[in-house]
């Protein structure tokens, strides 16, 4: 690798013109990442793009005025002091918030390249061109940070509750449902066939983890999200996995109660409160009549809890 200090002003030009060329295609890739959920910001990065691609031929003149025809090629990479950034093409799905702090540290980078440039170069004609793109950098820094705060729109709003819903309520009440429901028959089972809270908890955290690992692995491997738009599979598995761990756990806790009378009492009114969540989430973002969700819901942990008790007592 090269320092800075001992580049010329033809590589200095050439390593500028890389740069350029660079920073368009991410904001390239932002645009095309963003398009789907986000059109009007994509747009706008976009835009921002053609603007870099303006610099790039600003430079390409200047460059072909001073030097001739034949750019060679210096990257990044090849000079020390820049930051290594990680392809955004292996970083999905892209949020507003990552967007803005990718471009900002790119323009503040390159803004500093140009000053630096600028400062030790001899020639008026590329010192003055490098002073204005790093003028306009800042700009540029500064319009990433507005398109990131921009409310969205009624359509972007709604595709964001769409994207929300299947990518994070969906595998969650998923999990919670199979996690609250499921456990209910080892736990209660346990309880009134060993008569110790102590052999209850263990039954129950054992079942809790179990289903958590089970239904995260299920949820992941389920699909890749690439045609269905439910989001990345680790974080859907993730979100279902903890989701079920924490729905067996709510009513395997008060187990740490040595008492098994107090616990299974305190461990039923877990289980209505959890039933009753559920029921809350169902008819708030699956469109399911809350009388609907509280029958379907109650019915089934009604049964569950009734085949651990029946299999414990017997």
Known sequence: MRTFDSLTEREALALAIALEEEDARIYGDFAEALRENYPEQAEKFAAIRQ??????????ELYHNRFGDHVPLIRRQDVRGFVTRRPVWLVRPLGLKAVQR?????EVETRRFYEAAARRTTDTGIRQLLGDLAEEERHHAISAERIAQTP??????????RLFLLQVVQPGLAGLM????????????????????????????????GAGISMGFAEALSDDGSLTGRGHPFIRGLVCGLMTALGGLGHTLPYLIP??????????????????????????????????AVFQVVLGGILVFAAGVLIGSS
């Open 51 to 60: 603007e870099e691609d303006g610099h790039r031929h600003r430079l390409l």
């Open 102 to 106: 990718t471009a900002e540290s790119m």
């Open 152 to 161: 969205l729109s009624e359509a972007e709003s709604d595709r964001q509750k």
């Open 178 to 209: 199979d996690g609250s429901i499921s456990t209910l028959a080892p736990l209660f089972a346990a309880a009134f066939a060993t008569h110790q809270s102590s052999a209850t908890f263990l039954v129950g955290l054992a079942a809790s983890v």
């Open 259 to 292: 008492n098994i009378k107090t616990a299974t009492a305190v461990a039923v009114g877990v289980v209505l409160v959890e039933l009753g969540v559920i029921a809350w989430v169902r008819h708030k973002f699956m469109d399911t009549p809350l009388a609907s």
